[in-house]
């Protein structure tokens, strides 16, 4: 079987918001075509029109290829020898960032292929099944402007992601940094009034998870913030300081007894070594997408195993990119939970709206996959809607 095109999708959510910060109005969708007639389909979490010059655009010699040049005529059903193939043909363009984050959407959709050629699950191909069902947690981000709007938003979201058979969710309490969403900027005091509202709420046994998105500027800053969320029974805290800043990230994990989060940014196995190794964090957290799809978080996840961290995968996208990561979870039994955004807490028409997929909640749980490769149907009336959206930015 050979790799006979591949199809760039720009996808914009037709109600999105410029002053968002939320990367799941946008997406960019890739369908791998065969010479036999199977289909994958892939995703990634980056600016859409970049990654589609990172696949379109041309090459004038051998390591400094475009993407989709280089797939063309390689075998779907090897995605790991296909990845490093690709690796070496851009490295002088890709080795990290967007390049190797476009490389994601295309691995997802070869691990997708070579699970439909086997008429199996993906994770069939990718490991052992270590579980009966997997754990998911509800992602809650209110797209609101002012606190009491934001604090009324959470609370009632936390009430309903329980009310749904959630477990676990995660509060996404950025009030200042890079993603202080919504143009909404409030003292650190007011992160502990949430979630501390959000705690009395729900209760003892409902576990919190709280992403501060880069907040602090410090690790003073940082350690004397968590601090206060010691009595309040959390999971974790994700990307609290910069992300090229692993020296502080030791520090902060070997100063505070929660759970350190980090690695929704970085790129290929090789960063999570450096994240581990110097930056200490106690849970690893790939986004299939971004870190070059599935045959390098497989990586991630082996690391993680070897030196005893957890594996909680960031996603902020659609159905393709959960289902990727319910695969992933199968194989893993050091995956507590992934990122799971259900329709009805998410404002995102793109979550809604794009795919039907096998990704279910059920008591907190969910189901291991069964279908044929990620398991994964594009709504097509819905893509076409998406991408007439885009053409309407940019062409």
Known sequence: MKITRIDCHILLDPDYNPAATSSAQDDLVVEVHTDEGIVGIGETDLNPWIARECIEAPGTHTMDQGLGSVYLGLDPLDPPKAWWTAYQATAMTGRRGALVNAMGAIDMALWDIAGKAADAPTWTLLGERSRDHLGAYASLQPEVSNFDDYLSSMLQWAKS??????????????????????????????????????????????????????????????????????????????????????????????????????????????????????????????????????????????????????????????????????????VTPHMPFFEFLPPPLCESRLRKELVVDEVTLSEGRVSIPERPGLGVELNRDSLELFKEAARRVRP
């Not at 900027?185 to 009395?200: G, L, N, Y």
Request: no cysteine.
């Open 161 to 330: 992601a329980k009310d749904m058979g959630f477990l676990a969710a995660k509060l996404e309490t950025t009030f200042s940094g890079p993603y202080a969403n919504m143009g909404l900027h409030e003292k650190d005091e007011r992160m502990t009034e949430v979630i501390a509202a959000v705690r009395s709420q729900v209760g003892p046994d409902f576990i919190l998870m709280v992403d501060v998105q880069y907040a602090f500027d410090s690790v003073d800053r940082a350690r004397r913030v968590l601090e206060t969320w010691i009595d309040l029974d959390i999971f974790f805290v994700e990307t609290p300081l910069w992300t090229d800043d692993l020296d502080d990230y030791r520090a902060l994990a070997e100063s505070i007894p929660i759970r350190i989060a980090a690695g929704e940014w970085l790129s290929t196995h090789y960063e999570f070594e450096d994240l581990v190794h110097r930056g200490h964090v106690a849970v690893l957290q790939p986004d299939i997408g971004r870190v070059g799809g599935l045959t390098e978080a497989v990586k991630v996840t082996r690391l993680a195993a070897e030196t005893g961290k957890l594996v909680v995968p960031h996603l902020w996208k659609t159905g393709i990119s959960v289902a990727a990561a319910a695969h992933l979870a199968t």
